[in-house]
């Protein structure tokens, strides 16, 4: 079993920064597929950012250029960094983990492990 935190959500205006955090612990483990995706409201869950087994990352097409996931293995954190922040980047977002996938990360439907969400809103 492994559990997420995530944090570092709030309020921004357009332009922003933000960087989200995501805590494991657990039976977590470091060469498997973990990610960032969000949800808003009436909105199908969407993949942000992904790392794989060997540390490659992928994006999403709405996001690309503007955010880096980076994975600490020695402090069991996923991090997410979100520059440049428009207005329909407000969502949920959820950290997630699997123990078995290794690549093409980006696939919400492969993730077993969810963390309860942290809220980004961003206005104009």
């Known amino acids: 079993h492994v559990q997420l935190v995530e944090s570092g959500g709030g309020s921004v205006q357009a332009g922003g920064s933000l960087r989200l955090s995501c805590a494991s612990s657990?039976?977590?483990?470091?060469?498997?597929?973990m990610g960032w995706f969000r949800q808003a409201p009436g909105k199908e869950r969407e993949g942000v950012a992904a790392i794989d087994s060997v540390g490659t990352a992928s994006y999403g097409d709405s996001v690309a250029g503007r955010v880096t996931i980076s994975r600490d293995n020695g402090k069991n954190t996923l991090n997410l960094q979100i520059d440049n922040l428009k207005p329909e980047d407000t969502a949920i977002y959820y950290c997630a983990a699997d123990l078995t996938s290794m690549f093409e990360c980006l696939r919400p439907h492969i993730y077993n492990y969810w963390g309860q969400g942290t809220q980004v809103t961003v206005s104009s």
């Open positions: 657990g039976n977590y483990v470091t060469d498997r597929c």
